[in-house]
C-alpha cells in the first residue's frame, strides 16, 4: 500500500470499485458501515445498481483504493436531520406521514438491529387513484389511512430455576416497542389496518442485513434482507427456526429441545388443498397470531419492500407445503386481507430460496387466482411487486393468457375465433388492466382494418409450449375444499 493510499480514511458514503464475489469482475458500490473483526476492518457495501440483497462485507483486499469517492458532506441535510432525529433517512411524503414512528424509532436504535415486535407484513400503496400505466403493466393506487395499529402487550418472563443451559434457550423477547406519533391535531397518526402503507424502507438500519444466517429444516440460508428479529439474535452466526411454528431459538441445542416439545408437524390452521406432496393451510392471523407473526418475521428477511406492523387480524395465510413421512415443510406463503376495496387477491407473496425455479412461485400465484374463482371475482396482487415476483406474476399471466389464445376454436362459419377483454378476465379472474397490460407486453395487439386483432408467431407459441412443459404442478380445483367467506358480515373479522 502507498503512502497516499494509506492516508485515506474510508468512511460511511464513500464510493468506489469493489471485487465482485468469485472474481467477477470489479463495480462499484457504496460504503454503509465499517467494522473490525480480528483487528481488520470490514466494510458493508452496496453495489450500485444492484439489489440490496447483494449487499455483503467485504476486506480491504477486494476494494480498489485508488479510486475512492470521498462521501459529499450536505450540511443542510445533516442540520435538518439532528432536528428530526432520522439520520439518513428520505424526507416523509404527504403519503408517508401515516409512518413517522418507524424512521424516528429506527434511527435512535444502535445500527445492529432493530428489535421490533413481530407484526404483519404489508406492501406500500401507490397514487389515488386507478392509473393504468401501460408502459410498466401495472396500476397505481393510492388508499387512505383509517385503521389503527394495536400495540403489543408484552409478558415479563417468569424466572425459571434452571441450569445455565436453560437459561440460554428462554424465549427471546423483544426489547422495545413502537410509539404512536401523535400529528398536528394531537391525534395520533396510525397506519390503516386493512391494505398497505409505505415504509422508511431506506432508513439506515434497516439498509442493512442483520441477520447471517438462519437454519430451517435442513436448509441453511443466507438472508436478503433486514428483519427486526430480537437483537440479541444479530450477534450470532446461526439463528434456528423451527421449520413447523417457526419460533426462533439461539443454538442447535435450543432447538432440539423445542422439537421434542412442539407438538406441530404442520402449520395450524385448515388445510384446505392436498394432491399428491402438495398442500395448503389457511391461517387466521386472528386465531393464530404468533404463527402469523413469525411467519412475517422470515418473510422479511427475503422481502425488501414489506412494511411489517403489529396487527395480523386483519388478514388470511396461505402456507404451502412439501408433505413428506416426516411432516409438512413449508415451502412459501402468500396473504391476503379478509376484506380488500380494491379486490386485492395477494398482499404478500413468498417462495423460500431453497425452493425457488422449482414452479411453486407460480403454484402460489395460481392458487391466489383459484381462491377468486371461487369467490366469483377478478383479483390482482398489491403494488409495487418486487424484482422476482413481477417476474413470477408476469410469466404466469403470460402462460395463462395464451393458452387461453390457443385454445380458441373457430366460430360455426369458419370465421377466425374472436374474445373480448372481458371474457378473458372473467375465464382467469385476472383483473382487466392486468390482461390488457400483458397482452401489450407480449406486443399480440395490432390495429388491422379497422379492428384490434391478436396476431401470434411462431416464435411465441414454441417458447408458450416450452415453458409449459416445464410445469410439472398445477392446481386442481377438485382438491380445493373451501368456501368463500364474507367478512363485512363478522364484525371485526
Known amino acids: 500500500m502507498t503512502i497516499m493510499e494509506d492516508q485515506i480514511e474510508l468512511t460511511e458514503g464513500c464510493r468506489l470499485p469493489v471485487l465482485l464475489k468469485n472474481g467477477e469482475g470489479w463495480h462499484s458500490a457504496e460504503i454503509l458501515s465499517k467494522k473490525e473483526v480480528g483487528g481488520k476492518p470490514l466494510y458493508y457495501v452496496h453495489f450500485d445498481d444492484f439489489n440490496k440483497r447483494l449487499d455483503e462485507w467485504v476486506p480491504e483486499e477486494r476494494m480498489d483504493l485508488t479510486k475512492v469517492e ?7 441535510s445533516a442540520k435538518k436531520d439532528s432536528k428530526t432525529g432520522e439520520e439518513n433517512s428520505r424526507p416523509s411524503t404527504p403519503e408517508r406521514d401515516a409512518l413517522p414512528v418507524v424512521a424516528a424509532q429506527l434511527a435512535s436504535l444502535p445500527p445492529v438491529a432493530s428489535p421490533i415486535p413481530p407484526v404483519v407484513l404489508q406492501t406500500p400503496a401507490g397514487s ?15 388508499v387512505p389511512a383509517n385503521g389503527s395499529l394495536q400495540k403489543q402487550k408484552s409478558t415479563p418472563g417468569r424466572k425459571r430455576k434452571s441450569t445455565l443451559e436453560e437459561e440460554a ?20 397518526k396510525l397506519p390503516r389496518q386493512t391494505g398497505s402503507m409505505v415504509a422508511h424502507h431506506d432508513d439506515f438500519i434497516t439498509r442493512m442485513k442483520n441477520i447471517e444466517m438462519i437454519e430451517i429444516g435442513k436448509y441453511r440460508i443466507e438472508p436478503w434482507y433486514f428483519s427486526p428479529y430480537p437483537q440479541e439474535l444479530t450477534q450470532l452466526p446461526i439463528v434456528y427456526i423451527c421449520e413447523y411454528c417457526l419460533k426462533y431459538v439461539k443454538s442447535n441445542k435450543c432447538l432440539q429441545r423445542h422439537l421434542s416439545k412442539c407438538l406441530l408437524r404442520h402449520p395450524p390452521g385448515n388445510e384446505i388443498y392436498r394432491k399428491n406432496h402438495v398442500s395448503f393451510f ?3 392471523g386472528r386465531k393464530n397470531k404468533t404463527y402469523a407473526q413469525h411467519l412475517c418475521l422470515l418473510a422479511k428477511l427475503f422481502l425488501d419492500h414489506k412494511t411489517l406492523y403489529y396487527d395480523t387480524d386483519p388478514f388470511l395465510f396461505y402456507v404451502l407445503c412439501e408433505l413428506d413421512c416426516r411432516g409438512y415443510h413449508i415451502v412459501g406463503y402468500f396473504s391476503k386481507e379478509k376484506e380488500s376495496s380494491e379486490d386485492y ?24 387466482y383459484e381462491l377468486s374463482k371461487f369467490e366469483g371475482k377478478t383479483g390482482s396482487p398489491e403494488k409495487p411487486l418486487s424484482d422476482l415476483g413481477l417476474l413470477s406474476y408476469r410469466s404466469y399471466w403470460s402462460q395463462t393468457i395464451l393458452d387461453i389464445l390457443i385454445n380458441l376454436k373457430p366460430n360455426e362459419a369458419g370465421e377466425p ?16 388492466e392486468d390482461v390488457i397490460s400483458t397482452l401489450q407486453h407480449l406486443n399480440l395487439i395490432n390495429y388491422y382494418k379497422g379492428q384490434y386483432i391478436i396476431t401470434l408467431s411462431h416464435e411465441q407459441l414454441e417458447s408458450h409450449f416450452r415453458a409449459m412443459e416445464k410445469r410439472k404442478t398445477f392446481i386442481d380445483s377438485k382438491c ?6 364474507d367478512w363485512s358480515k363478522r364484525g371485526k373479522w
Open 70 to 76: 470521498m462521501a459529499k458532506k450536505d450540511s443542510k
Open 128 to 142: 389515488p387513484d386507478t392509473d393504468i400505466n401501460m408502459s410498466n403493466g401495472f396500476a397505481r393506487q393510492k
Open 169 to 188: 434457550c428462554t424465549p427471546l423477547t423483544p426489547q422495545t416497542e413502537l410509539l404512536p406519533v401523535t400529528s398536528e391535531s394531537g391525534q395520533p
Open 282 to 284: 389457511e391461517i387466521d
Open 345 to 368: 387477491n395477494v398482499a404478500c407473496i413468498l417462495t423460500l430460496p431453497p425452493y425457488q425455479r422449482k414452479g411453486y412461485g407460480k403454484l402460489l400465484i395460481e392458487f391466489s
Open 417 to 432: 375465433p374472436s374474445i373480448t377483454i372481458n371474457e378473458i378476465s372473467e375465464m382467469t379472474s385476472i383483473k382487466k
Open 480 to 485: 380445493l375444499h373451501w368456501q368463500p367467506k
